[in-house]
């Protein structure tokens, strides 16, 4: 008889390293600490108050969010790579709507050639839309413009809602000539030479689209707070009030016209490079091989530990890892050229997968081994299928944690844990009681709990109230991207986190109500158009 191998060392062992990926209650309590530091704090590195630091937290110059009650009919398009989208999307005014859209390959030449190829052919597939699907616009008022939001996902330095300067090319486009100018009106002057009723009314980012998405079809009648994205890569964009981005009142500050009259603003925080100094993110051997080996060496350190583009990888490091130490995979002949020997060739849906498989033989983890990872399922034994398991679990619910750090944070420094109903006086011995007393006599401050007592509230009368009881205590986010909608559990381990700060607590996580909002950078795109039409004091036609 063959002698039986003793898996329980390599077990141990991918236990060990999944250790290594734990994100605690502390460490969480950490991060947001740190990230509310950057947001609101005064400081030299405050995004909020200052240019050109990690997070950069960008003025977007939309000023209000949809409520769902909005009508009419907007454009949006959308040149994210290497494909162009145009889209018209009518708004019913009850939180619904419908969408129309066509999409058409960029030529490759046209992606290295001049500003006038490039954005006469993106005007000419705009005009086949709307003599398509709005020829009626065509015979109206010429004031009737249709309004269109611009998605443009390459670097721009922002000046207006409908105003961005092209920083640089990138996902293969070299046209030197756009560099430098305003996207908008390059795209706006190749219509009207069309003769198109048509009006780029603001620039977008597909962020602070998924919070208008949302916003416009989330129930009842509280405002989105929160876009974020949880897909390739990661970023949010949120509602600020104006008074504390002082760096657009700076002396200095080049900031275009705004509408002022809200008293708030959408705040593009880029957090993909929270914390590039690793203060407090975590720091394993795995995730600094793969910042070593990424384009971006000490760039976008938050990103690199959370979003679909870079789990994969570190499963990969990991497994790797494992095989070194532990002898995983010993009895398996894997080919040199296998994805698992390939940096950046195993995606993170081969996470998902092995995170869902309950299988009691672990089948479908060892079929996705070998088809992703170029491991033969036939010599893989089941317990060093449940090894990689553990690794995957541990990188998915620490991708999770970390994410409930920049929401907190935003949840806190908005004020809206203000809104949560009074929590309860905290308990006291009769011991700790006496200590917060002398503790209140020395440094003049109210005990522990004091400030909890609730007061009475200011009572108005039925109709000047804009929001139920309900709405109040809702603090509404939209989410999108791959791993947040599809990684088994996701937002169970996120809402565990958020549960462990302080600030938050149970009742404050039960207030936070997350809402998938597809489409940003179409749909979204259409209703910052609008935003920005309303702000220009435009009519729009109905679209009944």
């Not at 709507?97 to 001049?114: C, E, G, N, Y």
């Not at 009681?433 to 200011?458: H, M």
């Amino acid at each position: 008889m063959a002698p039986t191998t003793d898996y329980a060392p390599m077990i141990a062992k991918a236990e060990a390293i999944a250790k290594e990926f734990d994100f605690s209650a502390e460490d969480v309590r950490k991060g947001v600490k740190e990230f509310l530091r950057l947001m609101v704090l005064t400081a030299p590195d405050v995004g909020l108050q200052n240019d050109g630091k990690a997070m950069t937290m960008i003025p977007t110059y939309v000023t209000g969010v949809p409520n769902g009650t909005e009508k009419g009919v907007y454009l949006a398009v959308d040149l994210g790579g290497t494909n162009f989208r145009v889209c018209s999307v009518s708004l019913s005014g009850d939180t619904k709507f419908t969408l129309t859209q066509s999409k058409v390959a960029i030529p490759r030449d046209m992606m290295v050639s001049d500003s006038h190829t490039l954005f006469s052919f993106l005007a000419k597939e705009v005009e086949k839309f709307v003599k398509t699907h709005h020829a009626d616009h065509f015979e109206e008022d010429i004031s009737h413009k249709l309004q269109l939001g611009f998605t443009f996902s390459f670097p721009v330095d922002q000046r207006a809602v409908n105003k961005g300067y092209l920083i640089r090319w990138t996902k293969g486009f070299d046209i030197k000539d756009a560099v430098g100018k305003d996207v908008c009106e390059l795209l706006q002057k190749e219509i009207d030479a069309l003769g198109l009723p048509v009006k780029v009314a603001a620039l977008v980012n597909d962020t602070v689209g998924t919070l208008m998405a949302r916003s416009y079809t989330s129930p009842g009648s509280t405002g989105t707070l929160l876009g974020a994205i949880f897909g390739t890569g990661t970023n949010g964009a949120y509602v600020e009030k104006l008074s504390k981005i002082t760096k657009m009142t700076k002396p200095d500050a080049q900031v275009g016209e705004y509408d002022k009259s809200t008293g708030e603003m959408v705040v593009n925080t880029e957090w993909g490079s929270f914390d590039n100094a690793l203060k407090v993110l975590p720091d394993t051997i795995y995730d600094q091989q793969l910042d070593a080996n990424s384009v971006n060496p000490g760039i976008q350190m938050f990103e690199k530990r959370i979003s679909g583009m870079f789990l994969g990888e570190i499963l990969r490091n990991a497994i790797l890892g494992l095989k070194k130490d532990a002898g995983l995979l010993n009895a398996s002949t894997i080919a040199e050229d296998a994805p698992l020997y390939t940096p950046w060739s195993v995606d993170t849906s081969v996470l998902s997968f092995i995170e869902a498989d309950n299988t009691s033989d672990l089948s479908e983890s060892k079929k996705v081994l070998e088809e992703q990872l170029g491991i033969p399922a036939a010599n893989l034994h089941t317990e060093e299928a449940r090894a990689v398991k553990i690794l995957v679990h541990a990188i998915g619910k620490r991708s999770a944690r970390l994410s409930a750090v920049p929401i907190a944070a935003i949840v806190i420094a908005t004020g809206k844990v203000d809104n949560l109903r009074p929590k309860p006086v905290k308990r006291m011995s009769i011991v700790e009681q006496g200590l917060e007393a002398i503790k209140s006599a020395l440094t003049g401050k109210l005990p522990a709990g004091a400030a909890d007592i609730p007061t009475a509230p200011t009572v108005k009368g039925d109709k000047e109230k804009a929001q139920t009881e309900e709405d109040l205590e809702v603090i509404d986010i939209g989410v999108d991207g791959s791993v947040v909608e599809h990684y088994p559990g996701f937002e169970k381990f996120v809402r565990e986190a958020l549960r462990e700060v302080h600030e938050l607590g149970v009742e404050g996580e039960e207030r936070i109500r997350m809402g998938v909002a597809k489409d940003g950078s179409g749909v979204g795109a259409a209703l910052i158009a609008l935003v920005a039409a309303k702000a220009a004091g435009v009519q729009i036609p109905s679209s009944d």
